[in-house]
């Protein structure tokens, strides 16, 4: 009668092979059906985003290069032609023309205003495309376009040049270029050493450019030959 027993405390422990509880079940196949659904819509966004052609710009065309503004301190003409600048961009491919001078074109508005262009190629690619390359501008606003004799490196009218279609002289973007000349003599002795044929500037069409414009399949390069 002294003494009192005391009853162990039961403990309760669960097998380690038996199945979780069914709350805990229900949890987990909640969580994995809502990871599937946030993959799942992941990758739908992703498709729809790239499927609709969501890019940052047109392949063919690098950047919005601005016009250079006429400077009346040079002392030059309003249109005559000028040195380009090192900042100077061209507008079609997006290059530094002043790293080719070899190469360089320029087209100059009635206000002075004046692109400058790696090459003729993309002098000829512009004035056929005014407006798609300078917005809100046109054709009608381009007062004078020269070009650099390959030769001598003087600027030349580019309507009064003659140029070489088809030779293999690389231009700045390494590929097929037209080098130009400001004497005809000059463009056939230089067709006769490299290959290709004289052409005036009223017989460079568009589509004779088309094969000449590689700018989203060449890289470019800083210097031409």
């Known amino acids: 009668m002294g003494q009192t027993l005391e009853r162990p405390l039961a403990v309760h422990t669960r097998s380690a092979g038996a199945p ?3 709350w805990s079940a229900r949890k987990m196949a909640w969580i994995l059906g809502l990871s599937m659904v946030l993959l799942l819509g992941g990758a739908w966004l992703l498709t729809a985003f790239v499927g609709t052609g969501a890019t940052a710009a047109p ?39 002043a790293r080719a001078p070899q190469w360089a074109a320029q087209a100059i508005f009635k206000n002075g205003d004046t692109h400058y262009f790696d090459s003729p190629v993309s002098l000829y690619l512009y004035l056929h495309a005014v407006q798609r390359f300078s917005p809100g501008r046109n054709a009608s606003e381009v007062a004078a376009t020269f070009v650099t004799d390959l030769g001598t490196r003087a600027w030349t009218p580019a309507a009064q040049a003659h140029y070489v279609q ?27 050493q490299q290959g290709g044929q004289v ?24 210097h031409g030959k």
């Open 59 to 97: 392949e063919d065309i690098c950047l919005v290069a601005p016009p250079q503004p006429y400077n009346a301190a040079s002392g030059l003409a309003l249109l005559a032609p000028r040195p380009v600048p090192s900042d100077a961009r061209c507008p079609v491919c997006g290059m530094f023309p």
């Open 20 to 22: 979780p509880t069914v």
């Open 199 to 222: 052409l005036r500037a009223d017989q460079i069409t568009p589509t004779l450019l088309a094969p000449l414009d590689s700018r989203s399949a060449q890289a470019h390069s800083q």
């Open 166 to 192: 088809g030779s293999r002289a690389m231009g700045p973007m390494r590929n097929g270029n037209l080098p130009a000349f400001a004497s005809l003599d000059a463009a056939r002795k230089f067709a006769d």
